[in-house]
C-alpha cells in the first residue's frame, strides 16, 4: 500500500528564516510526486511535479527536490503571505494501467510572521 | 470562467434532505475526481471519470452518487447524509496520459450536515 508521510505537521517561522518540509513516501513504483498548496477552506493549488530522483524545480521562494524515498520542499526568505498548509502526494505506477491515483499525506501547516 | 469551479460553496442540509454538488472544469481536461478532506485527515479519492466512465469507486457509501454527464461536468448527489460526512468536498480534473498526469483543483463545497 501507498504511503506518504509529512513532517513537521506544523511549522512556525519567522519572515526571512528559511527551512525545510519533509515528505517521505513508500510507493511499489513512482510515477510522480507532487506539491500543493492549499489556503484555509480553499481547494489544492498545483506548486511542482517531480518524476525522478535527482530532479529540482523552482517557484520563487520554494524548491522542490526528489531522491528515492523522499521530498523536500525548500523555502527560501519566506513572506507572510507563504503561510498555507503544503500537502505531498504520490502517484503510483499501475501494472493496470490506472495512472490517476493519487495518495496524499496530512499536510505541513506553515505560519510565517511578520 | 477558468480552471475548475465549483458550486455552491457552502451547504448546511439535514440527515433527511438531498442536495447534489456540482463542478465544472474549462481546462479540456478528460478525467474528473471527487474528494472528501475531513480535518487531520488526508485528501480520499471517492469517484473517478475517466473518459466520462466511472473507473474507480473506493468503498464510498451509497448515500453518495456521483454523475458525469459529460467531461466538463461532473455532479455528486446526496441522500440521507450523517453528521460525519460533513466535510469539504473538493473536486478535481486532469488529462489522463500514459504517463503522470497533474490535477487540478477547484475550490470546494464545505459540507454540513445537522
Known amino acids: 500500500e501507498d504511503q506518504v508521510t509529512q513532517s513537521p505537521e506544523a511549522l512556525r517561522l519567522q519572515e526571512g528564516e528559511s527551512s525545510s518540509l519533509n515528505c517521505s513516501y513508500t510507493?511499489?513504483?513512482?510515477?510522480?510526486l507532487f506539491w500543493y498548496r492549499q489556503d484555509p477552506g480553499k481547494g489544492p493549488e498545483f506548486l511542482f511535479t517531480?518524476?525522478?530522483a535527482g530532479e529540482e524545480k523552482e517557484k520563487e521562494r520554494l524548491k522542490a527536490t526528489l531522491t528515492k524515498k523522499e521530498s523536500f520542499l525548500h523555502i527560501t526568505a519566506p513572506k507572510p503571505e507563504d503561510s498555507a498548509t503544503y500537502l505531498c502526494?504520490?502517484?503510483?505506477?499501475?501494472?493496470?494501467?490506472?495512472?490517476?491515483?493519487?495518495?496524499f499525506g496530512k499536510g505541513t501547516l506553515l505560519t510565517v510572521n511578520p | 470562467e477558468t480552471g475548475v469551479t465549483q458550486t455552491p460553496r457552502h451547504l448546511v442540509m439535514g440527515m433527511t434532505n438531498k442536495k447534489s454538488l456540482k463542478c465544472e472544469q474549462h481546462?479540456?481536461?478528460?478525467?474528473m475526481y471527487w474528494y472528501k478532506q475531513s480535518a487531520k485527515k488526508p485528501l480520499e479519492l471517492m469517484f473517478v471519470?475517466?473518459?466520462?466512465?466511472?473507473?474507480e469507486n473506493n468503498s464510498v457509501p451509497s448515500r453518495f452518487s456521483p454523475e458525469c454527464p459529460n467531461s466538463s461536468h461532473l455532479f455528486l448527489h446526496l441522500h440521507t447524509l450523517q453528521p460525519e460526512d460533513s466535510a469539504l468536498y473538493l473536486c478535481?480534473?486532469?488529462?489522463?496520459?500514459?504517463?503522470?498526469?497533474?490535477?487540478?483543483f477547484g475550490p470546494g463545497t464545505r459540507l454540513t450536515v445537522l
Open positions: 517531480l518524476y525522478s
Open positions: 478535481a480534473s486532469s488529462q489522463v496520459r500514459t504517463y503522470s498526469d497533474t490535477q487540478y
Open positions: 510507493v511499489s513504483g513512482l510515477r510522480g
Open positions: 502526494a504520490v502517484q503510483a505506477a499501475d501494472s493496470g494501467g490506472s495512472n490517476y491515483k493519487l495518495t
Open positions: 471519470y475517466s473518459l466520462e466512465e466511472r473507473v
Open positions: 481546462l479540456g481536461h478528460n478525467a
